[in-house]
């Protein structure tokens, strides 16, 4: 799996350079700010299978860079984790609004990274394998005027439609609030 991180701190960059590679993980590039890393993705003919961002960074912090990221077509469903000390929930909202899919807080647990990693992967290699049946919502719409029907059974990717967030993300994002938090969130879910 081929993964950017980027963080402003450069001991991070090496922390996350020996932790995942003993896990693995060596095929890493890692960036000291939003700059470098939109550089790395531009340099890069092969996309990144995975984002690691940090969210305090100077120029541009790493949520701006989320949603930078979900605008160039070959990464919006790329798994996003926010790798981050920023623990405090205006921040979780943010990174999920903008297209995060996961949500790590510093200090991280090496266990917990590297099992997250693993799910972005198999989130990745099941994406490959589907990548045929994601549709925006206007492609829905079109497809169900062709045929005058649309089937229930099968999983439809809505990404044009603002605040709306894969379900696996969803689950990542209530895994990371505290149960009081919980009460002053709205949900509204689709099946």
């Known amino acids: 799996m081929k993964i950017l991180a980027v963080d402003d701190d450069p001991i991070i960059l090496e922390l996350l350079t020996e932790v ?11 960036v000291l700010s939003a700059s470098l890393a939109l550089e790395a993705i531009d340099d ?3 996309p990144f299978d995975c984002i690691l961002l940090d969210i305090q960074m100077p120029e541009m912090d790493g949520i701006e860079l989320c949603g930078l990221l979900r ?3 070959r990464y919006r469903e790329t ?4 790798l981050t000390a920023m623990s405090e929930k205006h921040y979780i909202d943010r990174a999920f609004r903008a297209g995060a899919t996961d949500y790590v807080t510093k200090p991280f647990d090496i266990v917990e990274l590297t099992a997250r990693l693993r799910i972005a992967k ?3 290699d099941g994406q490959r394998r589907m990548s045929d049946k994601v549709f925006s919502a206007k492609s829905v719409r079109e497809k169900a005027r062709a045929a005058d029907k649309i089937s229930i059974e099968e999983a439809y990717a809505v990404q044009d439609v603002d605040g709306v967030i894969p379900m696996m993300a969803m689950h990542n994002y209530l895994a990371q609030l505290g149960r009081s938090s919980l009460f002053g969130s709205s949900v509204i879910a689709f099946k």
């Open 71 to 73: 605008q160039i077509p």
């Open 44 to 46: 890069n003919r092969q």
């Open 122 to 124: 198999s989130l990745t």
């Open 79 to 82: 798994p996003i984790l926010m």
């Open 20 to 30: 995942l590679g003993s896990a693995g993980y060596d095929d890493l590039t890692t």
